[in-house]
């Protein structure tokens, strides 16, 4: 498969927040291939922001890897498994909200049935390829910096399925 090159728009159609950046809390990936930030929006999506929060704090992310790869869709990572199919052991209640899936924003990757999140996110890469899940996956954050990481990890060459050749990896996971 020839190597795509995606260029991500970071143009928000989100409806606004009540709340400031700032008083969102921040986690930083450090991956592989470069760092990215990101602010949860404990605001519409609490219980997810807080699982994140918890995941993270706890070393669950540290060494895992972006498994999923779509180019102009997401890029999909949080699996203990390395495989899409692990999970923390415990699931989390969807919390849909009025938010967008706009290149950057941060959602919960599940099974068909809407309360089974857990562990695995997904970055969003455009509001082309992901206008579908709004209301169908909880939105819970965005990246506020790093998106030239986001758009490295986009942009590997994987197989048919979105499987990376060179699977990029979650370094460390840090509350800021």
């Not at 190597?3 to 409806?15: E, L, R």
């Not at 203990?80 to 919960?108: Q, Y």
Request: proline share 4%; hydrophobic share 30%; aromatic share 8%.
């Amino acid at each position: 498969m020839a190597k795509t090159t995606t260029k991500i728009t970071s143009k928000t159609t989100s409806k606004a927040s009540s709340k400031k950046s700032s008083e969102f809390p921040t986690v930083r990936l450090e991956t592989s291939l470069g760092n990215f930030d990101v602010e949860l929006w404990n605001d519409v999506a609490p219980k997810h922001s807080e699982n994140f929060l918890k995941l993270a704090k706890s070393g669950f992310y540290d060494g895992l890897t972006f498994h999923r790869i779509l180019a102009g869709f997401v890029i999909q990572g949080g699996c203990p498994d390395g495989d899409g199919t692990g999970g923390p052991g415990w699931e989390i209640k969807a919390e849909f909200n009025d938010r967008h899936h706009d290149a950057g924003v941060l959602s919960m990757a599940r099974s068909a049935d809407p309360n089974s999140a857990g562990s695995q996110f997904f970055v969003c890469l455009s509001r082309d390829g992901c206008k579908h899940l709004d209301g169908q996956y909880t939105a819970f954050g965005k990246v506020t910096s790093g998106m030239d990481t986001i758009e490295k990890i986009a942009a590997l060459q994987c197989d048919r399925n979105g499987t990376p050749k060179n699977t990029p990896k979650m370094i460390k996971v840090t509350v800021s």
